[in-house]
């Protein structure tokens, strides 16, 4: 399968600079797996489309302040630090700006020196594993020394970077928002759960995989980097439950569906569970676990428009963008969003 059947021409202009001032006031475009028929609704209608006894899940990762700038110890030179995974001891996997300044060995000083790190090992891709010195708690280092990551398609400065965060995020650990869940308020959860809608709670921390872009030509060739997740006993009983009463599980955002699918794909059902998953799912797959899908329009020839295209069938995803685009939607983390709905049948 060639990478460039999921290319797309994009407007500049439709690549959404800043979030709307209301979180849940963005246009939602409605596709039906079924039939391919398209609806254009608001965001604030989500909760017309689920219904008692569905089950929604969130993914609660909270983004990391996980952009460090610091100086090379010996000469002085800038570099650029993106945390990725973290590992043990203090280790993490990191993306660094120039790479070729940073070989093993490498000692990087951040702000006024209670930070430092050390490279020490180089991935096959380029990635740089730092270990990290400093006194006191990483996190509260990293609050005084990092900046959010925002995609590098946001060129203009982010106000409040609270608006980077779902207003449910409370796992910190990923180096990027899981942007589908930033149309959410807690009013409009409220009002899901008052008619009845189970929300359950998965984590999976963004990493390595979603940052890196397809760089084979075959969709085939391309390897995923594994990210973090955990499944808690509440929320695995409370989807296998809706599983078992042939209700519909709806997961917001493709990181919430990448780790449905995977311990779907390990166990058979839904188990309590946690580990590292590098699903990588494009057209052909068959979908175990995930019947709706809320979700944020996706860069050209990305993963993730691949992973769309095999819930809802490429041809009515390119179709579906193209429309978007007639229409003027806002694209990509602070654009609008589809629900793409099981419909009549499932695929």
Known sequence: MDVNDFDFDLPEELIAQQPLPNRDASRLLVLDRATGDIDHRQFSEIASFLQAGDCLVLNDTRVLPARLFGEKKETGGKVEVLLLNEG???EWTTLVKPAKRVKAGTEIVFGDGSLTATC????????????????????????????????????????ESERYQTVYARNAGSAAAPTAGLHFTTARLDELRAKGVKIC?????????????????????????????????ETAEAL??????????????????RTLETVMNTYGAFKPTSGWTDIFIYPGYVFRAVDGLITNFHLPKSTLIMLVSAFAGKGAIMRAYQEAI????????????????KGVTSV
């Open 88 to 90: 043990e001891a203090d």
């Open 120 to 159: 020490i090992a180089i991935g096959d891709q380029g990635e740089r594993v730092l270990r990290f010195a400093y006194e006191g708690i990483f996190l509260e280092v990293l609050e005084a020394l990092g900046e959010m990551p925002l995609p590098p398609y946001i060129t203009e400065q982010l106000e």
């Open 201 to 233: 709670y998965i984590t999976l921390h963004v990493g390595l995989g979603t940052f890196r872009p397809v760089s084979a030509d075959r969709v085939e060739d391309h390897e995923m980097h594994a990210e973090y997740y955990e499944v808690d006993r």
């Open 240 to 257: 296998q439950e809706t599983k078992e009463n042939g209700r519909d599980i709806v997961a917001c955002g493709t990181t919430s569906a």
């Open 326 to 341: 007639g229409e003027r939607y806002r694209f990509f983390s602070f654009g609008d969003v589809m629900y793409i709905r």
